[in-house]
């Protein structure tokens, strides 16, 4: 799995396995993909739904400094989008996420194995079915998520890229350059 990606083969194992769980019908845990900006957290999160989509199973990326609070995030994006829906939904940059909708989260992700979830919106529910969605997290600045929601997550850290990996990243970027034996 992940075999187009370079480098990163603790990501590729700990994703790999999350991606044959999902495949066998077993609850994948929200999982935290901790990296500095360039690593391939959001490049991971698309192979990792590439691995497990299926006609249904659509890709969701949301970035999370553009959500004003938990009642636009709900009406405008999870009952629209994801409720019942399978999903593979990604939070990009999640330490901006606003303090009410990380609160809910709280609720949400707290699923000691629970297949699904419904939490308290204004005067509704809603209901995370993870059944149906996998959740996946990202961000350069874990130190700004809050503690107790990072505890609920799993996480996945990415390791710098040595030069060998550079290189051949870089190549496979710009095909259109040429470079010269030992560049």
């Not at 809050?146 to 390791?159: E, G, H, N, Q, S």
């Given at each position: 799995?992940?075999?187009?990606?370079?480098?990163?083969?603790?990501?590729?194992?700990?994703?790999?396995?999350?991606?044959?769980?999902h495949k066998?019908?077993?609850?994948?845990?929200?999982?935290?993909?901790?990296?500095?900006?360039?690593?391939?957290?959001?490049?991971?999160?698309?192979?990792?739904?590439?691995?497990?989509?299926?006609?249904?199973?659509?890709?969701?990326?949301?970035?999370?400094?553009?959500?004003?609070?938990?009642?636009?995030?709900?009406?405008?994006?999870?009952?629209?989008?994801?409720?019942?829906?399978?999903?593979?939904?990604?939070?990009?940059?999640?330490h901006a996420?606003?303090?009410?909708?990380?609160?809910v989260f709280?609720?949400?992700?707290?699923?000691?194995?629970?297949?699904?979830?419904?939490?308290?919106?204004?005067?509704?529910?809603?209901?995370?079915?993870?059944?149906?969605?996998?959740?996946?997290?990202?961000?350069?600045?874990?130190?700004?998520?809050?503690?107790?929601?990072?505890?609920?997550?799993?996480?996945?850290?990415?390791?710098?890229?040595?030069?060998?990996?550079?290189?051949?990243?870089?190549?496979?970027?710009?095909?259109?350059?040429?470079?010269?034996?030992?560049?």
């Amino acid at each position: 799995m992940f075999n187009h990606l370079i480098g990163q083969d603790k990501v590729k194992s700990r994703l790999g396995f999350y991606a044959r769980c999902h495949k066998a019908g077993i609850i994948v845990p929200p999982i935290m993909l901790n990296a500095a900006k360039g690593l391939g957290k959001t490049a991971f999160a698309e192979a990792f739904h590439d691995e497990t989509k299926t006609e249904e199973r659509k890709y969701v990326e949301v970035n999370c400094g553009s959500i004003r609070n938990t009642e636009t995030f709900f009406e405008q994006l999870f009952m629209p989008s994801i409720a019942g829906e399978e999903r593979t939904v990604l939070f990009d940059e999640c330490h901006a996420l606003p303090k009410d909708l990380t609160n809910v989260f709280l609720t949400a992700f707290n699923t000691e194995g629970a297949k699904r979830k419904q939490v308290s919106i204004g005067d509704g529910h809603a209901t995370f079915d993870f059944t149906k969605q996998v959740y996946l997290f990202a961000t350069t600045e874990l130190h700004k998520l809050f503690a107790p929601l990072k505890d609920r997550l799993t996480a996945i850290d990415f390791k710098q890229y040595n030069e060998k990996e550079l290189s051949a990243i870089m190549t496979n970027k710009v095909d259109w350059i040429k470079y010269s034996e030992g560049c």
